[in-house]
Structures are given as structure tokens and as C-alpha cells.
């Protein structure tokens, strides 16, 4: 599988957002990553509904919609009304995952599943078959240009045996710290899927660097 680029917002340029937009329109990039938080969940509030709405008008590319926030069955509707394609809630948030998974699926998007650093990749044995995304954080969820965790690369080859185990198809999209050296590491253990925040849009390029993402 080629590698999926999906460029996180978050680390966007909002006085200026769809000069940003455009950029990742007119580049190598897969999705758009939109990392939904509500202060709750993670100690930091991004953004809501309305923006996400209004990115759906310009995007040309699938929203990747990452709901770092409690009980996300209560938006599930909600978020595929502004646009979202991709729908990841976080394993440690929702009481009845199968139930998520399945109303995220009855309202015609893809399901992920995202797991903090901590929680162990062996919890989504019983689900791995049922979903379409597995979206491993490689920070503490809650803000953009932290440090990667290392302990990242052995979860991804764990994960990775998983899926093969189970014969399911599932993407391992990897989320925070990423940049080309530890993305590299990261498709060598079988990512593949990179979202990538303040390494693109802090860039003096951000069009090439995604264009070296892809071509990792
Ligand atoms: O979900 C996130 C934080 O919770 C961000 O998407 C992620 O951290 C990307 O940012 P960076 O590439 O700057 O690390």
C-alpha cells in the first residue's frame, strides 16, 4: 500500500485557512486531518462542527476527522452532516465500541479507532475485523509539535501482526511527532498512514514536504 499523507490543521495557519487549504488541494496529500478536541477528553479545545463545515466547501480531498472527545456517539450524526469521511473515535472514550463503530458505519463513513501511547494494541483484538482504521497516537493526545514516542515503532509492528493474524484490512495511520526520520521508521514497522501537523505547515515548503512524505 502507498503511503497516506493526511496533513493535520491543527498546525494550519487560521488567519489565513484557506490559503492552506488550497496548498494541501493542490498537493500529494491523501485527506485532511481534522483533530476535533473538547477540552474534556484532552486538556486543550481545537475547533468544532461549524469549521469543519465550512473546510468541507473547499476541501478536495476526504476529511479525516479525529473526535478527541467523550461519549462521540452523540456526534456521530452530527459529523457526517459537516462533511467527515473518516470518523476515529478514541478507544478509551466510548463504552460500547461495536455500537460506535456500527453507527459510524450506518451513516456511510469509514471507522477508526485511536489509542492513546499507553493503551496496548492487544485491546482491539475483538474489533480489528469490524473497523477500517487503526489511528496509533504517537504523542499525548491535546496538542500539535510534541516529541514522539519511541515505544511507538514496537506498537505498529504489534498491530501489524494483529491484522495479519486476523486477516483483516485495516490502515495504521500514526499521529504526532511525525516528521521524515521517524516517518521512515514508522512505514519500515507497517504504517501506512502519516498525519503530519507542524512538520508540514511549520515547513518553508509545506507543498514539498508532503510531496517527501508520500514519498516515503
Ligand atoms: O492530534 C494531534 C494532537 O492531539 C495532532 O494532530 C498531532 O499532534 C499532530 O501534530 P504534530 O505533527 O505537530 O505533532
Redo the contacts with the bound molecule.
Sequence with gaps: MQTLISP?L??ADFTNLKADIEMVNNSDADWF?L?I?DGVF?P?ISYGLPVVEQIKKIAKKPLDV?L?IIDPDRYVEAFKKAGADILTVHYEACTHLHRTIQNIHNYGMKAGVSLNPHTPVSVLEEIISDIDLVLL?S????????S?IENTYSKVEKLAQLIKEKNASVIIEI????NLETGKKLMEAGANAL??????F?ATNPHQTISELKKL
Excluded: E, R, T
Design positions: 493535520s491543527l498546525a486531518h483533530d478536541m484532552v486543550n479525529h478527541m497516537m504523542v499525548n493526545p491535546g496538542f500539535g509539535g510534541q514522539f499521529d504526532g511527532g511525525v498525519v503530519a501537523g507542524s512538520f508540514v511549520g
